[in-house]
C-alpha cells in the first residue's frame, strides 16, 4: 500500500540543524510532488513547501526561505527536509505529504505519520 | 494568526449535522479552491475534500464542501463520535508573505 515512513523523533539545540527524512513506497516516488508541513504542539497546519522528486527542483514558503533545505534520492524513494539556525518555535510535528495530482496541485492526500522535532537548550 | 479564520470549536449530538465555516479574502479563498482536512487526535492529518467540493476515493458522501465569495463550508451529516477531531480548511494565497499554501486555525469538532 502507499505510505510515506519519516524518521524518527529529534532534540536539538537552538542553532542546530535538523534532517527529517520520508521514505515513500507503493508508488512511483518520482511522480508525485513532496510537500513538508509542519504543526507546533496545539497550533495549526503550517506548510513549508515542496519538492518535485523527479526534477529535484523546489519551492519553498518565504518564511522558510534561507534556513530550508528540501533535497531526495531517487536511489531509495526518499526526500528529505533539513531545517538549520533552529530556534524554540521551530520545535512541532514535521509531516512529509505526497501531492495528490500526477502535476502540482497542493492537495495532500498521502501524509507520514510525523516526526517530532524538539528545539531545547 | 491564521491567514483563513474558523471557528474554534463546534459541537453536534450524534446523528444530527454541523457545519464549519471557514473565511478568507479575494488574495486566497475567493479566487482558488479550497480543501479540508480531518486530524484525528495524535495522528496525520486526512484530506477530506478538494477542489472545494469532491471527494478523495474513501471519503463517505457525509462529508460535503461549498463555497461562496470568499468563504467556504464543510458540512457533516449523520455525526458519529469517530467524527470528533480537528478540522482544517485550506487554500492557495496569492500574496508573497503568506503563500503559496495557507491553512485556517482549525475547528475542534465534539460530538456530544
Known amino acids: 500500500q502507499v505510505q510515506l515512513v519519516q524518521s524518527g523523533a529529534e532534540v536539538k539545540k537552538p542553532g542546530a540543524s535538523v534532517k527529517v527524512s520520508c521514505k515513500a513506497s507503493g508508488y512511483t516516488f518520482t511522480g508525485y510532488y513532496m510537500h513538508w508541513v509542519r504543526q507546533a504542539p496545539g497550533q495549526g497546519l503550517e506548510w513549508m513547501g515542496w519538492?518535485?522528486?523527479?526534477?529535484?527542483?523546489?519551492n519553498y514558503a518565504q518564511k522558510f526561505q534561507g534556513r530550508v533545505t528540501m533535497t531526495r534520492d531517487t536511489s531509495i524513494s526518499t526526500a528529505y527536509m533539513e531545517l538549520s539556525r533552529l530556534r524554540s518555535d521551530d520545535t512541532a510535528v514535521y509531516y512529509c505529504?505526497?501531492?495528490?495530482?500526477?502535476?502540482?496541485?497542493?492537495?495532500?492526500?498521502?501524509w507520514g505519520k510525523g516526526t517530532t522535532v524538539t528545539v531545547s537548550s | 494568526q491564521s491567514v483563513l479564520t474558523q471557528p474554534p470549536s463546534v459541537s453536534a449530538a450524534p446523528g444530527q449535522k454541523v457545519t464549519i465555516s471557514c473565511s478568507g479574502s479575494s488574495s486566497n479563498i475567493g479566487n482558488n479552491y479550497v480543501s479540508w482536512y480531518q486530524q484525528l487526535p495524535g495522528t496525520a492529518p486526512k484530506l477530506l475534500i478538494y477542489?472545494?467540493?469532491k471527494r478523495p476515493s474513501g471519503i463517505p458522501d457525509r462529508f460535503s464542501g461549498s463555497k461562496s465569495g470568499t468563504s467556504a463550508t464543510l458540512g457533516i451529516t449523520g455525526l458519529q463520535t469517530g467524527d470528533e477531531a480537528d478540522y482544517y480548511c485550506g487554500t492557495w494565497d496569492s500574496s508573497l508573505s503568506a503563500g503559496p499554501v495557507v491553512f485556517g486555525g482549525g475547528t475542534k469538532l465534539t460530538v456530544l
Open positions: 519538492i518535485n522528486p523527479n526534477s529535484g527542483g523546489t
Open positions: 477542489d472545494n467540493n
Open positions: 505529504a505526497r501531492d495528490l495530482g500526477k502535476g502540482l496541485s497542493y492537495y495532500m492526500d498521502v
